[in-house]
């Protein structure tokens, strides 16, 4: 857990820094229906990054979805499905065969 704390750290301190569409215009496919791209950049920074992890889990799995950057990464298995649909060839699921999530988080 303190090791996903240091991570979160370095990940919001990076993408958290310029986060707006001419530097990303990758975050119009963030957007939902009917959304314009000025209401989703008036949305706080983590409630994007909680955008974003959600676009990025629907592609590899249909029942992790978080709410809560901070809390609902913990366990490890949001994470491993991110690293998964983010890095497809170099990681796989085998994190969550662990039930202790000490050990869970040293795998990945």
Not at 62 to 71: A, M, R, S
Request: charged share 25%; glycine share 4%.
């Amino acid at each position: 857990q303190a090791q996903l704390n240091v991570d979160w750290q370095v990940i919001s301190a990076g993408l958290m820094a310029n986060i707006n569409l001419k530097s990303h215009p990758g975050l119009k496919m963030l957007l939902n229906e009917g959304e314009t791209a000025a209401k989703l950049m008036s949305k706080t920074p983590e409630d994007l990054l909680v955008r974003w992890v959600n676009f990025h889990l629907r592609r590899v799995c249909d029942h992790k979805q978080i709410k809560n950057f901070y809390k609902d990464i913990q366990d490890g298995e949001a994470y491993t499905y991110l690293l998964t649909a983010l890095a497809p060839g170099d990681t796989d699921l085998l994190p969550l065969r662990e039930t202790d999530l000490e050990d869970r988080m040293d795998i990945l």
